[in-house]
């Protein structure tokens, strides 16, 4: 293991389906996600942007343990901890918690702030009731909060307060990684600013390492140290936020970010109509990004391209034959 | 819509402008008839002991058959002498107890089963559901009377027969809910903080299916009561000389004739019991169940109300704009609050332009766009001010019939989520010819050409083809292009485009914009854009419009409103947004939130928010400036030092 890395994916796999029905004749199955190798160091914010579909959320859940990989092995701090959290979630919880797309879904709507809060606090730290009392001012405040919201229920909060709700509970456990999915994407522009500076301040104050899932690239550019770039269930370009998003070298890391409006940008680029992701169930043998790409040649049809170094750039990989030069 | 609609909601509920549980139950007429004489039978029936009654199994042979109104009993006598009032009341006591723990026991082990089977699925809930099953395949009446034939004749047996046919009842209902709570986000919330099965299941999911057991409850208790009934009836149930509504119907069947008031009172007893039930069950259901509760029991009219106390007459329309409103209005009357969502908002929208509405949401802008052709549900909705003129024409003076005309022919629709406009049973082929023939009278092959050529408009590879395709089988860009071939399907001078983007990928997102903007020159169509993301505004619209609290705070060339923002808001609207390609920019949020709609200041909307305010701001309405040639601004300190320097 090298030093400082916090958390190791190591050729993750995730199949649903599969098996075969009671007449022996096999299901088909959806490989979600494939062959995901990746690290996490310690204190960073590894950014992982992807459009609907391309298994970001499901790596995210195998990596908090709400869901096991069928292949491949994911170690926390050289611990196979995803494989113990099969039987016991609760190890895994202490070290690794998760904030949800939806702040409002993800908070039960007949409990209040305070039960939810401290949920975490009785069954992760066991702690007694003046701790628990002394531990919840300090999560309201690390989220800017007011502690009499604490006896409030969840439907009398905008979207943006419940989503530091969500942050706190995720908080409460005193983890060292925390995934965020989606976290505001389902928030309106102006309460984001305030929910990205919030998690951005408890990152430095608390030590925090962080995975960063998001479809939009802007937040992801602003938010992350590493960015990895998934597309149908693979990494195909990983490497740190500035290499990935000022010289990309996978033609679908540019046809993302070509896509990508923003203020004062008049034209965007677009592909023609007939771009769909393939048939899952009928996966192509060869790059999945092949029907759409610019760049392809009969070799991608046939073999599956791998991660690959790019020279004179440190840590920036791309699984592309024919990538984009440098700038 | 939706979230307009939703926002003016929420603040409701925190100051209680909703009528609470039981106000809404005693508005029901037939439901509060039902508590009234539910409460009367279960008061009388509890104060058996108490009333000065003769003993009900007392016999006098010499006083059989008394009729009605005989001095002693009330209510006659049967064919043992003994009074039927007295055995009516004891009677219902015992109808009513067995009913309520038959209930009782079917609702608990009914919810334990279903819960279980919700929660755990797989194979736990194949056998469980499968079990049930095999109890629901036999007829009810036979598994009860079977159970009661093992057992042995008697009340208490009857209670357990009756409440085991009714599990499986209980055991369905839950099990769907459950299934659904479990795969919610709070339960996979719950398990990271580290609560087991066990406490999942009790503590964060049972207290939302609660609801569901008192609703099935409610329903199903006059059922029971009439089962048990049944039972005793057939002699199965309460044993002579025991009172109980089903046993004294079985003793005057045989004496129907000669003495029809000993079967007709229990019977009629019978029927106010279970009818008062049902009726109070119905109300109870109406109340708590949420999907009723969120307004589908309401049915809105075809077109939002139009209640304008002053209609302007001498508007000159302006000659450029094929759209042009003035002064629009529009309210949400929620119980006795007033939530004005549109408060005075003026655009024009030319030939082949394209307007952007830019605002958080709750800001009115959806409203804005849904009361132009009168799509705001009424009630709660309605128009109280302004005009929107079409080619000169004041649509909120139009008849219903010229609205449902113009409606997908001159004006046409885009909504944000093309899964949910579009009809899932029928073929996009089938549903773009309905849209055609709607407007226009063509043969159906006729039609079905044009579909196909609208389907090429769009971009849409293979059109013939995917005429044959049903939405579903179609990914969420090429849905969202089927439904703008629907918009442009009958000559669309406006397109009314709300969030159409929103809902879809980057890559996908912007194919449909080029499309979007490609397709207005083509067609000379105005588009009305509404989006919350200034960088798509700056893809396709032409001008933009900044809305808050139900007002433009500021309009404009999208140029002039990008480089050079005058209104504060809109300058904090932009500067909190991450740009690509500037990670390090500070992203600067704006505190505070929007204006609860029903309670506006006298002033500006943004002063609470906004760092330039002054006692000025919040004195008066802030009118709107002129800043130069198709320029405005609502503020009274703008931040014109910016814009001189552009």
Avoid at chain 1, 2 to 31: C, D, M, N, S, Y
Avoid at chain 2, 533 to 555: H, K, L, N, P
Wanted: hydrophobic letters at 45%; proline letters at 7%; a neutral charge.
């Amino acid at each position: 293991m090298h030093e400082g890395v916090l958390l190791q994916i190591e050729r993750a796999e995730r199949v649903f389906g599969g098996g075969r029905t009671l007449f022996g004749q096999p299901k088909p199955a959806v490989h979600a996600v494939q062959d995901v190798t990746i690290d996490v160091r310690k204190g960073e914010t590894l950014g992982v942007v992807g459009e609907s579909g391309c298994g970001k959320s499901t790596l995210a859940r195998m990596i908090v343990g709400l869901d096991a990989p069928t292949g491949g092995r994911i170690l926390f701090d050289g611990r196979d901890l995803v494989a113990e959290a099969g039987r016991d979630l609760r190890r895994l919880a202490r070290e690794v918690q998760y904030v949800f797309q939806d702040p409002v879904a993800s908070l039960n709507p007949r409990k209040t702030i305070r039960t939810i809060l401290e949920a975490p606090l009785i069954h992760l730290l066991h702690l007694g009731k003046g701790q628990r009392e002394a531990r919840l001012e300090e999560l309201m405040d690390a989220v800017n909060l007011a502690p009499e919201f604490l006896d409030r229920y969840p439907h009398e909060f905008s979207g943006g307060q419940a989503q530091r709700i969500g942050v706190a509970r995720a908080l409460a456990a005193n983890p060292k990684l925390i995934v965020l999915d989606e976290p505001v994407s389902a928030l309106d522009v102006s309460v984001q600013a305030q929910v990205l500076n919030i998690l951005d301040g408890l990152k430095d104050r608390f030590g925090l390492t962080y995975v960063f899932i998001s479809h939009d690239l802007s937040v992801v550019e602003s938010v992350s140290d590493r960015v990895a770039v998934m597309y149908f269930g693979r990494i195909v370009e990983v490497g740190p936020g500035r290499s990935v998003f000022r010289s990309p070298r996978h033609p679908y890391t540019h046809l993302l970010l070509n896509s990508a409006p923003a203020p004062g940008r008049k034209s965007l680029v677009s592909e023609d109509a007939d771009t769909e992701l393939p048939d899952p169930y009928n996966p192509p043998p060869g790059c999945a990004f092949y029907a759409r790409c610019p760049r392809r040649t009969d070799m991608c049809n046939s073999r599956m391209p791998s991660l690959e170094s790019v020279p004179g750039e440190e840590g920036h990989a791309a699984a592309c034959f024919h990538p984009h030069g440098g700038t | 819509m939706a979230e307009a609609a939703a926002a003016p909601a929420k603040p409701a509920k925190t100051t209680s402008g909703r009528p609470d549980s039981l106000h809404l139950l005693l508005n029901n007429s037939l439901a509060t008839a039902g508590l009234v004489i539910f409460a009367l039978i279960v008061l009388a029936a509890l104060a058996a002991p108490l009333l000065p009654l003769p003993d009900p199994d007392a016999t006098a042979p010499a006083n059989r058959l008394l009729r009605p109104l005989a001095e002693g009993h009330l209510l006659g006598t049967d064919a043992l002498g003994r009074d039927i009032l007295s055995r009516l009341i004891w009677g219902t006591r015992v109808s009513l107890a067995v009913g309520i723990s038959a209930t009782l026991i079917a609702a608990f082990f009914g919810s334990l089963i279903g819960l279980v089977a919700g929660y755990a699925g797989g194979r736990v809930d194949t056998l469980l559901m499968r079990g049930i099953d095999m109890v629901m395949a036999f007829p009810y009446i036979l598994l009860a009377l079977a159970i009661v034939a093992v057992l042995g004749p008697g009340l208490l047996n009857a209670l357990y027969a009756i409440a085991v046919v009714n599990i499986p009842f209980f055991a369905r209902n839950i099990r769907g809910i459950a299934l659904g709570l479990s795969r919610r986000e709070f339960v996979d919330a719950a398990r990271l903080s580290g609560k087991s099965n066990t406490q999942i299941l009790f503590v964060e999911v049972l207290p939302n299916v609660l609801p569901v057991i008192i609703i099935t409850m409610s329903t199903t208790i006059g059922w029971m009561i009439l089962e048990t009934a049944g039972l005793s009836f057939l002699g199965l149930g309460a044993q002579p000389p025991q009172a109980d509504l089903g046993s004294m119907l079985g003793d005057g069947r045989k004496i129907l004739f000669t003495a029809p008031h000993v079967s007709i009172i229990p019977g009629t007893m019978i029927f106010a019991l279970v009818m008062s039930i049902n009726l109070l069950g119905d109300g109870v259901r109406d109340v708590l169940d949420p999907r009723l509760k969120s307004g589908a029991l309401t049915r809105p009219v075809a077109r939002t109300a139009v209640m304008r106390q002053i209609v302007p007459e001498d508007i000159r329309p302006d000659r450029n704009a094929v759209l042009d409103v003035r002064g629009l209005k529009t309210e949400f009357h929620f119980g006795g609050e007033v939530y004005k969502a549109v408060g005075g908002v003026d655009m024009a929208i030319g030939q082949g332009e394209c307007l952007g509405i830019v605002g958080e949401s709750g800001s009115g802008k959806s409203v804005s766009a849904m009361s132009i052709m009168g799509l705001v549900p009424t009630p709660p909705g309605r128009i109280t001010g302004g005009v929107a003129l079409l080619d000169g024409e004041d649509l909120f003076a139009a008849t219903d019939e010229r609205i449902r005309h113009l409606r997908g022919s001159a004006v046409s629709h885009v909504f944000q989520d093309p899964l949910s406009t579009l009809h899932p049973l029928f073929t996009v082929g089938d549903q773009l010819i309905e849209a055609i023939q709607a407007h226009q009278p063509l043969p159906k092959a006729q039609a079905r050409e044009k579909a196909a050529s609208l389907l090429k408009v769009v971009r849409i590879p293979n059109p013939a083809e995917r005429l044959k395709s049903y939405p579903h089988e179609l990914s969420g860009g090429m849905r969202q292009r089927v439904c703008i071939a629907m918009a442009l399907a009958n000559d669309a001078k406006i397109i009314i485009a709300d969030e159409p983007t929103t809902a879809l990928d980057v890559t996908v997102q912007a194919q449909v914009l080029s499309l979007l903007d490609a397709l207005r020159k083509e067609h000379n169509a105005g588009i009305l854009f509404i989006t919350h993301d200034f960088g798509v505004v700056s893809a396709i619209c032409d001008r933009v419009a900044v809305m808050y609290a139900g007002q433009f705070v500021e309009t404009g060339t999208t140029d002039d409103i990008l480089s050079s923002p005058a209104h504060p808001y809109t300058a904090k609207l932009i500067d909190c947004v991450p740009v690509l390609g500037q990670p390090e920019r500070r992203l600067d949020a704006i505190g505070g939130r929007p204006p609860v709609v029903n309670r506006l200041p006298i002033g500006c909307a943004f002063a609470e928010r906004c760092p330039r305010a002054q006692d000025d701001c919040r004195a008066a309405p802030i009118p709107v400036t002129e800043l130069g040639e198709g320029r405005t601004v609502r503020c009274v300190h703008p931040l014109t030092g910016e814009a001189a320097d552009a």
